[in-house]
């Protein structure tokens, strides 16, 4: 029996019927179109499905979308504003700190979520905050460089 | 100032917004009107005879479209060594015999994944389990269960390698050591799991996207399979998440859902599960290595054995060039004038063995470096003397093997052993080890049997100066369409935002093997220089035409100028001399084609990368845990076109190497891989990541383009080895049984002390 889920994305609302065990990230990638949001393992250890929900960093293959309703959630598609891409993303270009990009928009949710936190984390923090996260590509560090940037104010986000 | 204007620069990948803003689209985000989702049915047994298969139950549940099993194949074998027919062994939809748990039975096409994998609890199977073989010491043996019948003693493939007198040698050699070891297996944990979406239309064609290292190979297995003519066939590698050797053969994806669209005349999409990837695609070959090594007091080394043995798993698949390949690189980097490996592969009822970053030498080096830090010890020489003392030098020849042409082995050991005695004192407990390596710019050996060049690119210039790249090469996160992409801008002499680069397309890119042996750079990286040298003369002669300038004046063209080489401020500019050009031409597109093939090259690779590494542990001495403190490596890889990119690959080796000497491992129960989760299986996550530093080395390569060759997967090689050995210079203990994890480094250290009393 299909339920009726509310929730806003990337600030768009949206009014859906779905399966009570539909996962968040079926919501987002099938019934949204948004797959900018990558399933790596589907039981929650890889991290390449991390979305921002209500400010918080949450693995969007580990929660039913019904547990996401009336929530705010932001994933990698509304990191952007408009043309101009979030410090994080420039940041990550800067440092190569992308390579297959599979991993890349849970990383970029992970540290968004990590800096709306603490806008100030040391080295550790950000490890910390990533430590969820698989890249099997770049090692981490070009990622750790790459956040450590924009907390140094290297990249600075528009006044809305 | 540099010479280039393009390469050497600090980039953005040419996909890298894309990647950033998740706008890539990978084959896991492919959907298509009127799609199917298939799900693939797997033996449970390590080794069993299907005597019947009953899908009716499952073709009748609602949703359904189709089933396929072994029946609705043409019943032939594939793998990737064309070239032998008995080591193509592979069916993937098994008709009559299971070989491991995991091996395909059949496959379901549905309206969604829930409804296929339901259907595949309807499909009933009836098996007659047989005995099986899990250990190659095992399988060897005369009264052992046959995994493929008629093959003797299971041995599936055996290599030789000889040069010099071995056993002259060691008698005269002052010490021997002789050594035992267990590499053991590897996961490639590719972000991306394997997945295709096989599009048959009714107009005979099918299409197909893939994550996959190499489309033409997959175009060619697959047509081999379905009794097509392969330019019926379109593969197409989008954006991929990752391969590391584990995606350039045909899998239980592709094949499967290209057989249920050919039935169904719908697109099929099948994307294996994690569970799958880690239990039922390919993974790291386990090895029993054996090495003797001889040497005079001095250090100078007169000879080396090294006997393997293999664990195979059920299926040759690439596993017989890892068997090749680990013999040769047992002898790198160093000039062994007389050398013998025996290398020999046993089929076993497991999940096969085959390709991983680095292809058998991790684990040549692992132990190689191993043993050479003992012998040093042994003789009380410093390791890096004695790594000085024997390492391979520019212009030297492998005895009847290989010549290597470029070599910066000595720069990196004057860079590590004097980044280790910055370093100074270390804490107590603490140390680092030192590991040598090299590998290969891409293999010569044409067991697949291309009748096509190695490598192939077209290049066009369009009437707005813009440049398109076609080739063949696939982008897998490596960064190969970034590098190609600025080997064209640098040769005709444009910028890297005027091209733009279509890659991994059967159906528009010519025949290419694709990325694995660390080929791309150099093999692909020259034919597209060719490709645009090509386009760049046919511009140059109508430019000395309309400059009419003295013909003993060279043209070039460098950052969007066309300009006499000696007076480079006459000149004109490149889109006025396109413009003119394609006119000239009578309308004709400028075109460019290039291709590369090795010749009198040797027998293994055009080009040899060479680096040392140092790895800094801090050991507990109470529970066996030890912390990789940093990772400094000095690599050379000739003339660097993509500093971004080898950062990357530098640092992401690290990753996944320190992981093979620190903690990765697939151990197994009668054949049943025990921790088939990201969850279970530990790799290193950012918390464990140590400190790394690169020191590059300049060097060039006249085989490569601009100078340039690998910086792929040589870079996987020394990590384990040097992780060995900074345990041994912490606590004096040696694990010859990867992974060194805690408990075998505390055992180590237990069995230390009861000596010590």
Not at chain 2, 415 to 426: D, F
Request: aromatic share 8%; hydrophobic share 35%.
């Amino acid at each position: 029996m299909k339920k009726e889920l509310k929730l806003t994305v990337n600030g768009q609302p949206y009014e859906l019927y779905v399966n009570p065990k539909t996962l968040l990230v079926q919501v987002l990638r099938d019934y949204l179109g948004l797959t900018g949001t990558k399933r790596g393992c589907n039981s929650s250890s890889c991290g390449a499905c991390t979305v921002v929900l209500n400010g918080m960093a949450v693995k969007s293959c580990s929660i039913l979308a019904l547990q996401a309703d009336g929530a705010e959630v932001l994933t990698v598609e509304g990191l952007a504003q408009g043309t101009k891409l979030h410090p994080l993303q420039e940041a990550f270009l800067d440092h190569g700190a992308y390579q297959c990009g599979f991993c890349t928009s849970g990383m970029l949710m992970a540290s968004r979520a990590l800096l709306e936190e603490n806008p100030k984390p040391t080295k550790e923090q950000i490890k910390e905050g990533i430590d969820g996260n698989i890249c099997r590509c770049t090692g981490y560090n070009s990622i750790i460089r790459a956040v450590t940037a924009v907390v140094k104010g290297e990249y600075k986000e528009e006044k809305k | 100032m540099s010479k280039y204007s393009v390469i050497g620069q600090r980039v953005h990948n040419v996909d890298g917004t894309e990647k950033v803003t998740g706008s890539a689209k990978y084959t896991f985000d492919v959907v298509l009107p009127n799609m199917l989702y298939g799900k693939v049915l797997r033996s449970p047994h390590p080794h069993a005879k299907i005597l019947k298969i009953d899908t009716r139950k499952a073709e009748r549940l609602i949703g359904v479209k189709g089933v396929v099993t072994g029946k609705d194949t043409l019943g032939r074998k594939q793998g990737i060594w064309r070239r032998f027919p008995e080591l193509c062994d592979e069916e993937i939809l098994c008709r009559k015999k299971v070989r491991y748990i995991g091996d395909p039975v059949a496959a379901v096409a549905a309206i969604d994944e829930d409804t296929a994998e339901e259907a595949l609890d309807l499909i009933e199977v009836e098996y007659e389990p047989l005995p099986a073989v899990f250990d190659p010491l095992e399988a060897i043996k005369e009264d052992a269960p046959q995994v493929h019948d008629g093959v003797e003693l299971n041995i599936n493939v055996t290599r030789h390698i000889e040069w010099g007198d071995v056993d002259e040698a060691f008698k005269k050699c002052d010490h021997i050591r002789e050594d035992q070891y267990r590499c053991c297996s590897q996961a490639h944990v590719c972000m991306e799991t394997h997945d295709a979406v096989a599009d048959f239309g009714y107009n005979g064609k099918l299409t197909v996207w893939t994550s996959s290292q190499s489309s033409y190979y997959i175009q060619r297995l697959l047509a081999d399979m379905l009794d097509m003519s392969e330019s019926d066939i379109r593969v197409m590698n989008r954006h991929t998440g990752g391969g590391f050797g584990s995606k350039f053969e045909l899998d239980s994806a592709q094949f499967p859902a290209a057989l249920l669209s050919m039935k169904l005349h719908r697109p099929v999409k099948i994307v294996l599960t994690r569970e799958e990837e880690f239990t039922a695609t390919k993974r790291r070959t386990p090895m029993y290595y054996y090495l003797k090594l001889g040497a005079k007091k001095d250090g100078t080394l007169l000879a080396k054995e090294a006997r393997v043995i293999t664990e195979g798993g059920a299926y040759t698949s690439m596993g017989a060039t890892a068997l090749y390949l680990t013999g040769f690189f047992s002898s790198f980097p160093y000039k062994f004038p007389n050398y013998r490996y025996d290398g020999y592969r046993a089929y076993t009822n497991t999940a096969p063995t085959s390709a991983m970053r680095g292809f058998g030498a991790p684990q040549s080096t692992f132990v190689g470096e191993s043993q050479l830090d003992m012998m040093a010890d042994d003789l009380g020489i410093d390791p890096i003397e004695i790594r000085r003392k024997n390492g391979m030098t520019p212009n030297y020849e492998v005895p009847g093997q290989a010549f290597i042409q470029s070599c910066g082995l000595h720069q990196c050991l004057d860079k590590i052993e004097a980044h280790i005695k910055q370093r100074g004192k270390l804490p107590p407990n603490h140390g680092i080890g030192v590991s040598a390596y090299g590998f290969m710019s891409g293999g010569i050996f044409n067991w697949f049997n291309t009748p096509y060049a190695f490598s192939a690119a077209v290049v066009r210039v369009n009437i707005d100066g813009k440049v398109d790249v076609y080739t063949g090469a696939c982008d897998i996160g490596q960064g190969s369409n970034t590098t190609l992409s600025m080997i064209a801008a640098e040769e005709l002499g444009v910028r890297l935002e005027d091209v733009r680069i279509f890659s991994g397309d059967t159906g528009t890119c010519p025949p290419d093997l694709g990325a694995w042996g660390s080929r791309e750079t150099l093999m692909n990286g020259n034919a597209v220089k060719r490709a645009a040298a090509d386009c760049k003369r046919q511009l140059l002669e109508f430019a000395a035409a309309k400059m009419g300038a003295n013909i003993v004046y060279d043209l070039d063209i460098k950052d969007r100028w066309v300009h006499l080489v000696d007076r480079p401020e006459r000149g004109v500019s490149y889109f006025d001399i396109v413009k003119g050009a394609i006119r000239g031409k009578d309308g004709n597109a400028i075109m460019g084609r290039g291709y590369y093939t090795p010749h009198r090259k040797g027998m293994i690779s055009p080009a040899y990368s060479f680096g040392v590494q140092a790895a800094e542990v801090a050991v507990d001495i109470e529970t066996g845990r030890y912390k990789l403190v940093n990772v400094t490596t000095a690599h050379e890889s000739g003339t660097v076109i993509n500093p971004v990119g080898i950062e990357g690959q530098l640092e992401g080796a690290i990753m996944m190497a320190g992981g093979y000497g620190f903690c990765e491992d697939q151990p197994m129960d009668e054949g049943k891989i025990l921790n088939p989760s990201i969850a279970d299986y530990k790799l290193i996550r950012s918390l464990d990541m140590p400190e790394t530093k690169i020191l590059e080395i300049d060097t060039y390569e006249p085989e490569g383009p601009f100078g340039a060759k690998e910086a792929g997967e040589g870079l996987t090689n020394p990590t384990a080895g040097a992780i060995g050995n900074a345990i041994y210079k912490a606590v004096g203990v040696r694990i010859n049984n990867l992974p060194i994890t805690p408990e075998k480094v505390l055992q180590a250290l237990k069995e230390k002390q009861t000596k010590k009393k």
